[in-house]
Each structure stands twice: as C-alpha cells, then as structure tokens.
C-alpha cells in the first residue's frame, strides 16, 4: 500500500481537468492541495481530530469542507503530501472511482422520501470496469430528500425521489423525466457507458440539450438542529468554507468531551454534529464556527485569494469577512480573487472580483463578466453600499 501511494503522489502529472484527491494532490499558490473522500462523510471526533494534527504536521495546517462536502487540506509538500497520505489512508475509510453524492443522513434521515443508498450502491457496481474511462469529473446525484438539500450540486445525472419507487432522473441538465427506481438505475447506466466509450472529455451535457439550473444556487448549509430516526443533531459551518486546523483540533476534543458519536461533512461547507448538546453548540460559535442560520458570513461566498491561489489578486476571504454584515439578508455576496469564481460558479446579487488595476465589482453576474466598475480597496465597502443603496430605489 505504501509503495504505491508514494508512486501516485510522486508523479507530479495528474489529468488536465482532474480534481484534486488525497494520492493526487493539486499544486496552488501555498503548496499541494489534497481532497479526502471520506467514505459516507462521516468521521469520529478523534478520526477528524487526528486529520486535523496531520494538516498541521504535513501542511500549512488550513482545512477546508468543500460545496460537496468533501474534506481539503492545503499547504502540503512534495514530500510531505505522500506521508499526508500514507496516515489518512490508514486512519479513514475512502470512497473511489464514480463520484455519487447523497445526503450525509441518508438512510438515517426520517423525513426522506427513499434511501439512496441501495440505489447508489447499485451505480457503484454497475460502473466497476468502467470508472477509469469517465471523466474526473463525472458525477451524480443522488438525492432521496430530507433536512439536507443537494440542489446545488452540479451533476451529469441527478435523481430526485418523488416516492420509493418514483424517481425524478435529469441528465446534462436537460429536463427531468419520471421513471421507477429500477429504470432510473437502467438508464443512469446507459448514460454512463455511453461517456465511457466517448472518453474521459466526455460529458453529459455533450449528449443531452442544456437548460441553466436556475435554482442551485439557492440551497444552503443546515444550520440548526435536524433529526434523526435514532437521535437528533446540530449543524454548523465553516466560514468561508475554511478553518485553521487547531480550531479543528478544539472542536474535536470538545465533541469528545460531550460524548458526540459522529461528524459529517455535509455539502455547502457544513460539519453535522450527531446528539451534540446545547454546550458543544456554544463552544462551537466561540470557536468562530456558523452556528446560527442568521449569520451574515452566509451572504458571502469567498476563496482563499491571493493568500494560497497563484491566480488570486486579492484577500478574498478577509474581504468577505469585512462586508458580510453589510449585505441584506436575501442577497448574496461573491468575493472571487480572480476570473475564475471557483468558491461561486454561478450568479450572485453582487461580485468583486480581483483585477490588474484593483477590485471590479458585478452587479448580478458572476466574476467571469466585465465589471460594472473597477474600484481600490479602501473604497470597497463605500461603493457596495452605493450599489446596495440604489438597487433598493
């Protein structure tokens, strides 16, 4: 196993337009970045503790939960990055191949309209000998309903549960059709081994008519509390998707002390802490986590900037954190270090985005669009109120 996780990490080429993963890190503006598909998204309080004391040995010690609720860590080495991966991979159980997302509480969801397990289980074996031939990434959703919504995910194939046996099964973002489980299982299959044969470039959009999914945009992290069939729970976020590694560290030997049995990574940045008591809630908010589905840092979608993105032209994320109780519940803020919009792909209420001469703000747009203006730094907060101010009139 060792061997030949040093020979994937220590080949420095990974697929154009791969994502990043635990054996084949990415190269950014502070090192190597890794991402851990922690198997159902669940850890212990001690496995994430321990991942965690890993960030701060083997990198900068930042970590991060993605939109998917995938688990980051940035600042690794080249060398650092093989050990890095040599202790995760002996301390968590991993998925590969297909990437399937569902719910973090599926089967233990009670408001779900179907389980998604059994129905991604069976895509996972379907696709055994042809996962090397999909693209990096090719995914599907698969979303059985509940207290955590997946409508923001981006996917070639998503299912939707009308009822246990009725799927609602779009494809490329083409209009849903409605199918039984078993023919939503059949024809999820033939989609996929179509791309297969067409190659890894291959998409569904390549296959299908597109339509923008309007509403992706809209689903947020759970924040609060949630039930479960055997229990209860409460989930908090990570501001601007990140956390300093000790932070973590202190949120883990709190969830120990309070006796709480798991920690879910959930999409939208969100950790799902099961039977976590008022007391953990609170040392949780203390420690700078979004614990409140109020928080203002919610309104804002950032990346890490010029601090850790070679492309980055700004600080994003401490701009965000200084203009977040400035935007209006119900409207969204995008602070993008460059063009590419990565922690915001789609349109927002308002977006700054870095640029050669300074800051170019977007009204309603994304950062890949000509600014409406270009402003400096200290004038940022000014202007976001101007704009504010005469988009009310």
Known sequence: MNEAITAIVGASARRRGACPTLTAPMRTGDGLLARIRVAQRRLTPRQLREIAALALNHGNGLLEVSAR????????????????????????????????????????????????????????????????????????????????????????????????DCWSVSMGGGSPQTMTASGAVAASLALLSALAALGPAA????????????????????????????????????????????????????????????????????????????ALVIEAAALGFITQPDDPRLRVSACIGNRGCASGLIDARAIGAALAEKMPMGQHLHVSGCSKGCAHPQRADMTMVGVPQGIGLVIGGRASDTPDRIVNESGIAFSLEALLAREDQ
Request: aromatic letters at 4%; glycine letters at 10%; one cysteine or more.
């Open 69 to 164: 609720g995938n688990l980051q860590v940035r600042g690794l080495s080249d060398a650092s990055a093989r050990h890095f991966a040599e202790a995760v991979s002996g301390l968590v159980a991993l998925e590969s191949g297909l990437v399937i997302d569902l719910s973090p509480l599926a089967g233990a969801d009670p408001t779900e309209r179907a389980d998604p397990r059994l129905f991604a289980q069976a895509l996972v074996e379907g696709t055994r000998t042809i996962a090397a031939q999909l693209g990096p990434k090719v995914s599907v959703v698969v979303d059985g309903g509940g207290q955590i919504s997946l409508a923001a995910l981006k996917a070639d194939i998503r299912l939707v549960a009308e009822d246990r």
């Open 203 to 278: 998409r569904a959009t390549d296959l299908f008519p597109t339509r923008e999914e309007g509403r992706r945009d809209e689903a947020e992290a759970l924040i609060g509390p949630y039930v479960l069939r055997d229990g209860a729970g409460y989930g908090i976020a990570l501001p601007f998707a990140a956390m300093q590694g000790d932070t973590v560290i202190a949120l883990a030997d709190a969830a120990i002390l309070h006796e709480t049995p798991c920690i879910s990574l959930a999409p939208r940045h969100g950790l799902l802490l099961d039977a976590a008591n008022k």
